[in-house]
């Protein structure tokens, strides 16, 4: 079965992200659990440059 993220045929997980339901690899899945920690009041040494 292939990730519905990035397409890699591996063993994946069911996964609601944002009222959706997905089945990610583990990749995907951590990629995901990374941007979900993090937050708002983080300090600004976490944040992009990018302007």
């Known amino acids: 079965m ?3 993220r990035c397409g890699v045929d591996a063993s994946l997980a ?3 992200v944002d ?4 089945y990610l690899c ?7 659990d990374a941007v979900r920690g993090s ?3 983080a300090g600004d040494e976490t ?3 990018a302007q």
């Open 2 to 4: 292939n990730c519905d």
């Open 26 to 32: 583990d990749a995907c899945i951590n990629g995901w």
């Open 19 to 22: 009222g959706f339901a997905y």
């Open 47 to 49: 944040r992009s440059t």
């Open 39 to 41: 937050s708002p009041e």
């Open 14 to 16: 069911h996964r609601d």
